[in-house]
Nanobody
Framework: VQLQASGGGLVQVGDSLRLSCVAS????????MGWFRQAQGKEREYVAG????????RIANSAKGRFAISRNNAKNTVNLQMNSLKSDDTGVYYC?????????????WGRGTLVTVSS
């Protein structure tokens, strides 16, 4: 099983990025999916989650109004659209399967993609 996250990079405050996570060896169609991030020296934190069919979406308070999560089960992908980025959004972003907002419930983790927001 692999969850490959991509789309990270170096951007400036106020810019947008779209992260994608493609699963292989696993059909995500029955899994809740989540995005988490970890800033240097800090614990991993939840960012956004989406239920298996997309009916339930949860966004962390720090990301509400700026981030949106979506999924395409036919393409085995989940995306995170990040707008109005702030320097506090800097970190490694991970996608996970089997969970929405509780990292302890995740069954599978991707390797992460680095997002750096420069002021």
């Amino acid at each position: 099983v692999q969850l490959q996250a991509s789309g990270g990079g170096l951007v400036q405050v106020g810019d947008s990025l779209r992260l994608s996570c493609v699963a292989s060896g696993l059909s995500i169609s029955t899994y809740g999916m989540g995005w988490f991030r970890q800033a240097q020296g800090k614990e991993r934190e939840y960012v956004a989650g989406i239920s298996w069919n997309g009916d339930i979406i949860r966004i962390a308070n720090s990301a509400k109004g700026r981030f949106a999560i979506s999924r395409n089960n036919a393409k085995n992908t989940v995306n995170l659209q990040m707008n109005s980025l702030k320097s506090d959004d800097t970190g490694v972003y991970y996608c996970a399967a089997g969970c929405m907002d509780n990292a302890h419930r995740c069954n599978y983790w991707g390797r992460g993609t680095l997002v750096t927001v420069s002021s």
